[in-house]
């Protein structure tokens, strides 16, 4: 891509939207939709649809629903509930998607001070407007610069000892670990792009573009994070490969981010 997700001030482009949906996925967003209504109401403030469905790279059988909520008061448990219900009944009546993910966040959240280019920036320029008013229009443009690249991804080594313990728990199980090594490797390769993000000074959600641009500045780590992007798209219960992230590649992928863009700031 010749502008590298950039628009000519060079601001990164919001990727994405309804009229890029694949056909097939076209009854699962209305379904979707309609039922986001029934079940939040006056609650929601607005709805998103995010990842390959809404950029229409998504593949019938492989690729999940992924949708972000965002209520007009913070989530609650019972909010969360629903949520899960939601996924579930999606999951189950549509074989198009390989499971249904929606994220439970709070308008204020989203455009609160602390997660202006985290949160704020995700849902700006990843996420494709589906019901109620866009929080984009309250949001900052956004540049592929080292202040974003701390704010979404400096905060590896929080994850770490949670990674290991999961794969600690999934033993041998094919079932356990393939959701495992689609999410760690999918997170892995995004942290290696934002890395290298302001260098490349561009912006691209294709796994195996992110970590090329990673390559071109980190030749000797590489070939690590082909690998990575190449099983967040294609997963499979390798336990060896996840004990590597946790042992190798991510200890210096937490610790060189540090070295150059700082650390994220600190969550409640």
């Known amino acids: 891509m010749p502008n590298k997700g950039l628009d000519a001030r060079g601001y990164i482009e919001r990727e994405g939207s309804l009229g890029l949906i ?5 009854p699962v967003v209305a379904t979707a939709r309609d039922r986001v209504l029934d079940v939040f109401g006056a609650r929601l403030h ?66 609160s001070d602390l997660e202006r280019h985290d949160l704020g920036w995700f849902v700006a320029c990843l996420c494709t407007p589906l019901l109620g008013e866009d929080l984009a229009e309250d949001l900052p443009r956004y540049r592929p610069d080292s202040l974003l690249a701390r704010e979404t991804n400096g905060d ?13 728990e999934a033993g041998d199980s094919e079932e356990a670990l393939r959701p ?27 796994l195996a573009e992110m970590a090329e641009a990673f390559g071109a500045y980190y030749p000797e780590r590489a070939a690590q994070l082909r690998e990575a992007a190449a099983l967040g798209y294609e997963p499979r219960g ?27 700031k600190p969550r409640p």
Do not use: C
Not at 193 to 202: A, E, K, S
């Open 156 to 168: 590896l080594t929080l994850f770490l000892a949670r990674w290991r313990e999961r794969i600690a």
């Open 22 to 26: 694949p056909r097939a996925f076209r």
């Open 180 to 206: 495992l090594a689609r999410h760690m490797s999918r997170h892995l390769v995004r942290t290696g792009f934002t890395l290298v993000m302001p260098r490349w000074n561009g912006w691209t959600s294709d």
């Open 238 to 264: 390798d336990a060896a490969a996840l004990r590597s992230y946790v042992d190798d590649l991510g200890p210096w992928l937490a610790e060189e981010y540090a070295r150059v863009h700082g650390i994220k």
């Open 46 to 111: 607005s709805a998103y649809l995010y990842g390959s469905i809404p950029r229409g790279t998504a593949r019938v059988g492989r690729s999940d629903l992924d949708l972000l909520l965002a209520l007009r008061e913070e989530p609650t448990d019972a909010d969360r509930t629903d949520a899960r219900s939601l996924d579930e009944a999606l999951d189950k009546e549509f074989p198009q998607i390989d499971g249904s993910g929606t994220l439970l966040v709070g308008r204020a959240q989203v455009l």
